[in-house]
């Protein structure tokens, strides 16, 4: 297998190295190309045997998957440089959100497939969301589930279940890091040593995790579980409530705006005679 990575800003370099560190692939299995050579040079000294193409289609070519890593107004310009060196058995994985695959299909003479990652795949945890192309063989799906496997949980969804699916495995790390720290500094207030408050608030988070995915609970009878009628969790809780009660719902109608737009523009953006 060999795999061509165009883009290798955050989180191209954090899947290459995902990949690399779970043995699912080897270095000399990947080619990257970016428009910063000093980012090449850092994923090549990294990982040793992993290759450097000079262009974009130098990591197309005779790669089995296309793994385009580059912002949504960039895609454009990517395919344009690369549609003609795609064959039809060849698989491009877009992992953006606001291209859809309908739009990838019909500008690119190969299969397709949307998978979503996240920042935590970097550990070998969290989920990736998987949306396929209406061109992918079942042979296909299951090979590009085995390979995520290795570093993430895949989670089949629909496309139009993208933006709220997106918001809890890939922005919700950034969500739930803010409510930690917000927690941590009302420790550290109360004259805790930070460095003590952050190590028992991570570990408090990563138990947490484990017991919704392993027990397995519902976070509401997790909750229940902690709480004792009367005692100080209960009373806290209560207090909690009242003061984020309708956050999340104000943060997805937010994250849901902000994407229609991006909707938009990258539509202009990839089909600019049709919007004249």
Excluded at 152 to 175: K, N, Q, W
Excluded at 209 to 214: K, T, V
Excluded at 228 to 256: C, W, Y
């Amino acid at each position: 297998m060999r795999i061509g990575f165009i883009g290798a800003g955050s989180m191209g370099s954090l899947l290459m190295g995902a990949f690399i560190r779970s043995g699912a692939l080897q270095p000399t299995q990947i080619v990257a190309s970016s428009r910063t050579r000093s980012k090449l040079s850092a994923l090549a000294e990294r990982y040793p045997g992993l290759q450097l193409a000079s262009s974009n289609r130098g990591a197309v070519m005779d790669s089995d998957f296309v793994v385009l890593c580059v912002k949504p107004m960039d895609y454009r310009r990517v395919i344009e440089e690369i549609a003609s060196s795609l064959t039809p058995d060849q698989i491009v994985i877009s992992i953006t959100s606001p291209v859809k695959l309908s739009q990838l299909e019909e500008l690119l003479p190969c299969k397709v497939a949307k998978i979503i990652p996240s920042v935590v795949n970097g550990v070998g945890s969290g989920a990736t969301l998987f949306m396929w192309g209406s061109r992918l063989s079942a042979g296909d799906r299951e090979e590009l589930l085995r390979l995520f496997s290795s570093i993430s949980r895949p989670i089949e969804i629909e496309e139009e279940e993208v933006r709220a699916a997106s918001d809890l495995s890939s922005c919700g790390p950034a969500f739930l890091a803010y409510l930690l720290d917000d927690f941590i500094l009302a420790a550290v207030s109360m004259g805790m040593d930070r460095q003590t408050a952050t190590s028992l608030a991570s570990e408090m988070m990563l138990g947490t995790a484990r017991l919704l995915l392993e027990y397995p609970c519902t976070p509401a009878e997790l909750q229940a579980k902690v709480t004792v009628p009367g005692g100080i969790t209960e009373v806290a809780l209560d207090v909690l409530r009242k003061s984020t009660r309708g956050a999340f719902m104000d943060v997805l109608n937010t994250t849901h705006e902000k994407f229609a737009e991006d909707l938009d523009r990258v539509e202009g953006s990839l089909f600019p005679r049709e919007r004249t």
